[in-house]
């Protein structure tokens, strides 16, 4: 049995003779310079012939579209970009729900929504439909689930993007997670490995730390990644995050090097995850323009050590040609072996054949499942049950026009990574629609809350990258230093709503109501309009400590 085989032939493979054929063909007629070119998979984005000619000119192992709201231009770039490959592209996206879902696909809860509503076969159902729908416009890699723990509610990177805070939870909506994607065509990631959520700080800008003992590791992050390995995820992200207590059982004395980055550890992806867990399928970096990678070494080292410390797939470039040039040197001068470049090899092209890319990966996306009128009203229900009732210590909820008419909101708006910041939101014309009259605070207007009859803090900030701290800023809201000390509950009915991040009772643990929805899609915005006009029960319970540790927080 040859390396092909012996690789290919096994889970999370699976691929028959003429799969493994396909592979082993392909790689014979690769040159040393497609297989380089072959270990990236570029980001993406825009639309047209200058997106077409400059991704084929690369000709990577794939691209990580990210898309815009024009559908027929996004698919037909796609359906000319996989037209054009010299081998079927990976195309791969986060499929993490929410904003981070297909923009002109059904709307679909976030992962933290999904743990709130806690129902396996929802998170099933949920991960079908965006699989289906990634399908249909010729997405097949998604790098999810999130297997992340939320143990630490001052990290920005984790909140919305993963599945809560306990490990039981999140590994059986994960599955669930990997199910729905990979019957559906979809490839799915089990990521951050070796596991995040223990630092407050963001790996886009810093190399973040596992701080577990390599014991607590086992009962939590490591109990995950065999669970996800053991169900045939095919793919795992190694991150930018250390995990010194495995590096010291092998070297007391290893120095800084117990804080080298995952994505560039032979110990932590060799060792441990191929060699301990048992992971046959594709590891993947995690994006390597990120500060956690770049402020370890010089790319012209780190780069290579990408791929010569078990990786097979390197995340994105700000440089491709250089990049290219820097694997090139790399395997000149013998810091990366061919043997590690073809085992890469195998694996890239293994999965390209295990989603069938061998047979349909150069023919156009079929678009008829993009806009399924079933799949909506089956994400609109699940969307229902996402909105958490955290506390209501005043008995403001119902609210209707007759009680509370005059309503003054304050809002920061819709901040998200990639969609700039301060976007609309729809609930201030959603509560106008019933019947209230709603004001937008603003600084220079100098509102008066004692003017109203509620006061609403509307929230929307799902989890962010490259924003060190997620929080109540008082002194944005309200315009100024003034502003930011004033506080009127105790006069005036006052609620907040986060479409997003669920601790803001850090930072005013005296607010009398408090409602936690999780994601700022207007699915959801809609649906915490029902629950707040008592026209639908609040549902769900809190996957996360609301309350931040904080006993005077639940008063």
């Known amino acids: 049995m040859d390396q092909i085989d012996r690789i290919l032939a096994a889970p999370p493979f699976n691929l028959d003779a003429a799969g493994r054929g396909w592979v082993r063909s392909t790689l014979a007629s690769m040159d040393q310079a497609a297989k380089v070119r072959q270990l990236f998979v570029h980001i993406c984005f825009g639309t047209g012939q200058e997106v077409t000619d400059r991704i084929t000119a690369l000709a990577p192992a794939g691209i990580t579209k990210f898309f815009g709201p024009d559908a027929r231009a996004e698919l037909d770039t796609l359906d000319a970009l996989r037209a054009a490959a010299p081998i079927p592209y990976l195309i791969s996206a986060d499929l993490e729900g929410s904003r981070m879902s297909l923009p002109f696909g059904t709307e679909v809860p976030n992962p933290l929504a999904l743990a709130a509503v806690d129902d396996v076969q929802a998170s099933e159902t949920i991960a079908r439909i965006m699989a289906i729908e990634a399908r249909a416009a010729g997405v097949n890699w998604s790098f999810t689930p999130v297997i992340d723990i939320n143990a630490l509610f001052r990290s920005p990177i984790v909140a919305t993007r993963g599945l809560g805070s306990d490990p039981a939870r999140i590994r059986e909506h994960a599955l669930a997670h990997i199910r729905g994607l990979q019957a559906n065509g979809v490839a799915a990631t089990a990521k951050h490995w070796p596991g995040e959520g223990h630092d407050d700080r963001d790996q886009h800008l810093v190399t973040t730390i596992n701080p577990l003992s390599i014991a607590e590791w086992e009962a939590t992050h490591g109990a995950l990644y ?26 007391l004395h290893a120095g800084v090097e117990a804080y080298r ?29 990120m500060a956690g990678f770049g402020a370890w070494a010089h790319r012209d080292e780190m780069l290579p050590e990408v791929i010569s410390s078990g990786c097979d797939v ?17 395997l000149a001068d013998g810091r990366l072996t061919r043997e590690r470049l073809d085992e890469a090899m195998i694996r890239i092209l293994g999965l390209k054949a295990a989603l069938t890319l061998h047979k349909t990966g150069h023919q156009p996306a079929d678009r008829s499942q993009l806009f399924n009128p079933e799949n909506a009203a089956q994400a609109q229900a699940v969307t229902a049950r996402a909105p958490t009732l955290v506390k209501d210590t005043k008995g403001i909820i119902p609210i209707s026009p007759t009680k509370y008419r005059r309503v003054l909101v304050y809002s920061t708006g819709i901040v998200t990574p990639l969609h700039g910041t301060g976007m609309p939101m729809a609930f201030p014309d959603l509560l106008r629609a019933e019947g209230f009259k709603v004001t937008l605070y603003t600084p220079e207007a100098r509102h008066d809350p004692r003017d109203f ?3 609403l803090y509307l929230m929307a900030e799902e989890t962010l990258l490259t924003r060190g701290r997620i929080f109540l800023d008082w002194n944005r809201l309200t315009g100024g230093m003034h502003g930011a000390m004033a506080r009127h509950w105790h006069e005036v009915p006052t609620a907040l709503i986060s479409f997003g ?9 005296r607010l009398p109501c408090v ?16 629950c707040l006009l008592g026209r639908a029960p609040f549902q769900s319970q809190s996957p996360v400590d609301p309350f931040c540790g904080l006993p005077d927080a639940r008063f």
Do not use: K
């Not at 390197?314 to 790399?330: Q, V």
């Open 453 to 455: 009859d509620l006061v």
């Open 501 to 509: 991040y669920p601790y803001y009772l850090y930072d005013a643990p």
């Open 226 to 251: 065999r669970a996800c390995i053991d169900a045939g995820v095919m793919a795992v992200m190694s991150a930018h995050i250390a995990f010194p207590a495995y590096i010291h059982a092998h070297d």
């Open 261 to 289: 980055p995952a994505s560039v550890s032979p110990l932590l992806n060799e060792t441990l995850l191929r060699g301990e867990l048992g992971f046959n399928g594709v590891i993947g970096s995690d994006a390597t323009p």
């Open 314 to 330: 390197i995340l994105f470039s700000d440089e491709p040609e250089a990049d290219i040039a820097r694997i090139e040197a790399a």
């Open 515 to 530: 409602i936690n929805a999780y994601a700022t899609m207007d699915t959801m915005q809609r649906a915490t309009l029902d």
